[in-house]
């Protein structure tokens, strides 16, 4: 039987809950709107690791929106 992948919402406490688990320090309100915008509602504990992490690893200009 294959496991069930659970979504989960792209909060922001889940966001910075993510980010104490993964990454030294804790994200931005930048980075979580970016991560906001890119991921939407809900999406699986796996993408949302991952996007956090490799949102540290990304360009400033390719997170900040522009003026």
């Known amino acids: 039987m294959k496991p069930v992948k659970v979504k989960v919402s792209v909060s922001e406490l889940n966001l910075r ?4 688990r993964l990454l030294k320090s804790a994200l931005v309100s ?5 991560i906001q915008r890119e991921l939407g509602g ?3 504990q796996e993408v949302l690791d991952a996007k956090v ?7 400033w200009a390719s997170i900040a ?3």
Not at 17 to 20: L, T
Not at 30 to 34: G, H, K, P, Q, W
């Open 65 to 67: 929106m522009p003026d």
């Open 42 to 44: 809900t999406v699986t």
């Open 17 to 20: 809950k993510a980010a104490s």
């Open 30 to 34: 930048t980075e979580i709107d970016y």
């Open 53 to 59: 992490v490799a949102v540290r690893s990304m360009p």
